[in-house]
């Protein structure tokens, strides 16, 4: 089992539509979690961070859900700019070796169309 | 917020050559760099984790005599991809982080390798 899973989608939307997407995790000992966006050829770039009791930034929120080990992100008011692939992101952190692992899930393709 | 310069941004190199890829932190102390690799239409693959100071933390299935890293400061971490082979062509990207656990990655441009 991948230590991140996402369904890879593509999702298309309509503009305008809500959309969800989930990602699952498997080592329970995650501590942190992270939602980036990664444009097409480029550089992931944060989007949100994911906070135990749910954080919200304009139309994107995020959740999380540690007992079911896993975590969503809510995209509202779909904008053709919202095109792109979401990362889900697990930090684990490695006691062993003293550093951090930064996980990331396959990511899920989103295309909004008009 | 923080800046990871990525250099160079494209590298174009004969097969047999080795590219040595830069990955600094500008404003922040990284105690730990991440390097991954991503080919065309598919996710981000860990290649290694290096902390300052310390080997680096290979990932299963990647040969750390090929993909050679050094974590030498907190600003700075390279990846040498070393007999590159055409096969060897990616994206390769590096992502800095602060110690703080829960604390964001910070990637750098990438790297786009095409090995000839």
């Known amino acids: 089992r991948k230590e991140v899973e996402q369904d890879p989608g593509p999702f298309n939307v309509p503009e305008g539509a809500t959309v969800a997407f989930n990602c699952t995790y498997s080592?329970?000992?995650?501590?942190?979690f992270f939602w980036y966006r990664q444009d097409c050829r480029k550089e992931p770039k944060l989007l949100m961070s994911v906070y135990s009791s749910g954080n919200e930034d304009g139309r994107f929120t995020a959740q999380l859900n540690r007992a079911s080990q896993y975590i969503s992100l809510l995209i509202r008011d779909s904008k053709l700019s919202d095109s792109a692939t979401y990362l889900c992101?697990?930090?684990?952190?490695?006691?062993?070796?003293?550093?951090?692992?930064?996980?990331f899930g396959a990511g899920t393709r989103l295309a909004v169309h008009p | 917020g923080a800046v990871v310069s990525q250099h160079p941004s494209r590298v174009i190199c004969k097969s047999g050559t080795s590219v040595k890829i830069e990955c600094r932190s500008l404003?922040?102390?990284?105690?730990?760099m991440f390097w991954y690799r991503q080919f065309p239409k598919q996710s981000l693959m860990l290649m290694a984790t290096?902390?300052?100071?310390?080997?680096?933390?290979?990932e299963q299935g990647v040969e750390k005599d090929k993909f050679l890293i050094n974590h030498a400061s907190l600003t700075l971490s390279t990846l040498t991809v070393t007999s590159a082979h055409p096969e060897d062509s990616s994206f390769y990207i590096c992502s800095a982080k602060h110690s703080l656990l829960n604390t964001e990655a910070f990637f750098g441009q990438g790297t786009r390798l095409t090995v000839v």
């Open positions: 290096s902390n300052e100071g310390s080997k680096a933390t290979y």
């Open positions: 992101v697990v930090i684990l952190e490695m006691f062993s070796g003293g550093y951090n692992k930064l996980i």
């Open positions: 080592n329970s000992a995650s501590q942190s």
């Open positions: 404003d922040f102390q990284a105690t730990t």
